[in-house]
């Protein structure tokens, strides 16, 4: 029957049964993984895709497990190679794998507490803590979110609101900045000119002198400076704006404060690095990505405020959900959105097991390994590096070659399957990023990737680029 695929009381020891098998084909897999890709091309492998018939059930577990291997975890990106040097995809803590399971199981939704109970209240001390951390202080609060897109998007809806005018709204941000801040200000009907770039310095931060200038400038035009977003970890660089400096313009002119530190957030748990992360007590709102420096599954962020009374910009009250006069608290009154998952009970197992310093310990030494490779790169005159790390990213090129075999060499390594690593533009110029967030990666895996990629950049043009690892 079909009702035997629900879960329940009725059907636990199918529930048991189904997960251990599927346990025990990811701990399979995760023996045979060698690299991080296999390097198969979407026209590899949508013919196998394609054939499954969706309206014939396979009506066993353990087919349907093979079938998977072959259709998604034979050829999936594992982010736990140490080869694997992309993006802000990191290797997950194993508490909070085991939280995915529990929270999946019970299926809590975090909108209000006559469905989730006691995962509001746990969702609530962790924004507190997290918000301690950030030394926000005693009025703060915040919500979980999607991920650090929905953060910035929230955190634009409560500076425009508590700006208390539609009139010449500009926000402020450096030309390193997250494309989610232009995007949300299009979302938010702010208009296309509403995004002013701030340039950089020479360490790929904010200019704090050329922020003062567009300022001064906004005003003098007539129009309102809504918001300033300063980044701690810009996704290319690592670069933490100057917080201070920035929060101090901002009290200046009356503009609220976002801190992006969706990459950065990490450092609220570093024993060696906190300082780096000093300024953010005086935003207004500050984004934290939990799945990418606290070793988190995807999804798990949030927004925090100063101000916890600013959430109301985003409560709407309906009297089948949330009525204005309930006695409950209802997180759907501060989160943009209504269903929702209990992702928070992934930080939630993973402090409780593992502790903050313990995470700290590991994004730290992801740091310390990006500082180590900016060396080995600096003395390595097959490339040119563009900026010393502040976190764990590294943007270089191949010296001496065209962008094309720049690109190509990005491409070819990547169709190998034996790394992965990112590509970015910098100054009209195309570079190769590391994003380190392995600690399992040592200095011997860089120096080889760094091989693959100076081989592949000097190959001639039409040569067979895809090499065996």
Known sequence: MSRSHLLGAHSADAYRRSLLAGVERMTARFARVEAPFTGVTPHGLAPEIDAVDLDTPLGDTAAALTELDAVYLRDAVYFHHPRYLAHLNCPVAIPAVLAEALLTAVNSSLDTWDQSAGATLIERRLIDW???RAGLGPAADGVFTSGGTQSNLQALLLAREEAKTDAGLRVFTSAASHFSVTKSAALLGLGPDAVITVPCDDTRRMDTTALARELAQCR??????MAVVATA???????????????ALCERYGAWLHVDAAYGCGLLASRTRRHLLDGVERADSVTVD?????????SSSALLVRDGRTLRHATYHADYLNPARGAHPNQVDKSLQT????????????LRVMGADAVGDLFDSVCDLAAEAWTLLDADPRFEVVARPQLSTLVFRCA????????RARQALFASGAAVVAGTRVDGRDHLKFTLLNPETTLDDIRAVL????????????DDLVRTH
Not at 233 to 247: K, R
């Open 339 to 350: 269903t929702r998952r209990f992702d928070a009970l992934k930080l939630w197992l993973t």
């Open 220 to 225: 003098r035009a007539g129009l309102t400076p």
């Open 451 to 462: 091989d693959l990629l100076a081989g592949y950049a000097a190959a001639p043009v039409g």
């Open 400 to 407: 001496g070659v065209p962008d094309e075999a720049n690109r």
């Open 290 to 298: 939990f799945h990418k420096s606290f070793f988190q599954p995807v």
């Open 233 to 247: 970890g810009t996704t290319d660089f690592g670069s933490i704006d100057p917080l201070p400096g920035i929060a």
């Open 130 to 132: 997290t918000a301690a």
